[in-house]
């Protein structure tokens, strides 16, 4: 027989803090898409999921969208120097058999990918940045990929852009080993605009439920104190018209109760008229069928009526090959 255990112990521990050197990605923003989802929000507090949806919806139809298109100048740039950080990234993953990547080898390389000479000039990041964020705020709140954009694509941009301002920086950037691949896989931490609740949640049903419950209650708690203070309207009624005199008194006769008698069904009509004449039928053949059986063929003649003219002689014996003659007033002859 298994065994099984019956008590178990849990430990509860307070969260792991990040490390301060890899903190994560902000994506709240003073924008206006995050500004018109605060708006929908508050115009919308029982739907705010529907609401936060038509917005974000809204803002990937629009230009202010950041695609995936490669073929933009930006977008290519910016793919270059991911898969330049990568491959540095790759040389840390067996420390010893390569040398780490260096501030100076990285710097250069990337360089080389934005087609320029200073990092820090690249002014062109806090546009494309901005646009980033509100993208994959959007694409994360109607949580699905759209054709016109992919949150792995728009992520990888947007750590891009954070490692190479940090290069530009940061003279001690990357340090050894495994520090530049721990910077660039840094998390996005998305703003909650609303507290809500998972799909297959059924808190909105069952807190209209128990709305529905008490204005129910509510009800017909009203109508019971309507009714009861009725009563004692129609009780005190009573007791005045009981205290009139009775000269005052009318007796009023019931009214006999004579309800409407429902419509004849006439649908069968024809159909019992042929049943009744097949019935009316048989009833004659029953009785011609009896009245046969009662004598002969052309004599009709009942029992009691042949004793009584044996009786009287009128009726003679039968003579050979002939039969029974009966006669009124002289003698048959056969």
Aim: charged share 20%.
């Amino acid at each position: 027989m298994a065994e099984e255990d019956l008590f178990r112990l849990g430990v509860i521990r307070p969260p792991i803090a990040p490390n301060p050197r890899y903190s994560p990605i902000l994506l709240s923003q003073s924008s206006p898409f995050q500004t018109a989802l605060r708006n929908a929000v508050a115009s919308h507090p029982n739907e705010p999921r529907a609401a936060l949806s038509a917005e974000a919806s809204t803002y990937v139809s629009s230009t202010n969208f950041a695609p995936v298109d490669p073929e933009d100048a930006n977008n290519a740039k910016l793919d270059l120097a991911a898969k330049i950080i990568d491959n540095l990234s790759g040389l840390e993953a067996s420390p010893g058999t390569q040398p780490a990547p260096t501030h100076a080898n990285l710097v250069e390389q990337l360089k080389t990918a934005f087609a320029t000479t200073d990092l820090v000039t690249l002014t062109w990041f806090a546009a494309l940045e901005a646009r980033l964020k509100d993208s994959i705020i959007a694409l994360r709140l109607l949580g699905i990929e759209k054709d016109t954009g992919s949150l792995g694509s728009l992520a990888w941009r947007l750590r891009v852009i954070g490692v190479t301002r940090k290069a530009g920086t940061d003279a001690n950037f990357p340090l050894a080993h495994d520090d530049l691949r721990k910077y660039f896989q840094r998390p996005l931490q998305v703003p909650a605009f609303a507290d809500l609740k998972p799909v297959t949640s059924t808190a909105s049903q069952r807190a209209a439920a128990a709305t529905a419950d008490r204005e129910q209650r509510t009800a017909v708690q009203a109508k019971i104190e309507t009714l009861y203070s009725k009563r004692f309207v129609i009780d005190k009624a009573i007791k005045e018209i009981l205290a009139l005199p009775v000269a005052h008194r009318v007796v009023v006769n019931p009214k006999p109760f004579r309800p409407a008698a429902n419509p004849a069904d006439l649908s069968n009509t024809s159909l019992a008229l042929r049943q009744l004449d097949l019935v009316q039928s048989m009833s004659s053949l029953m009785t011609q069928a009896f009245e046969m059986g009662l004598g002969k063929t052309g004599t009709k003649l009942l029992p009691q009526q042949l004793s009584t003219a044996a009786e009287l002689g009128e009726v003679e014996p039968a003579r050979a090959g002939g039969g029974t003659v009966a006669g009124s007033n002289g003698p048959g002859h056969g």
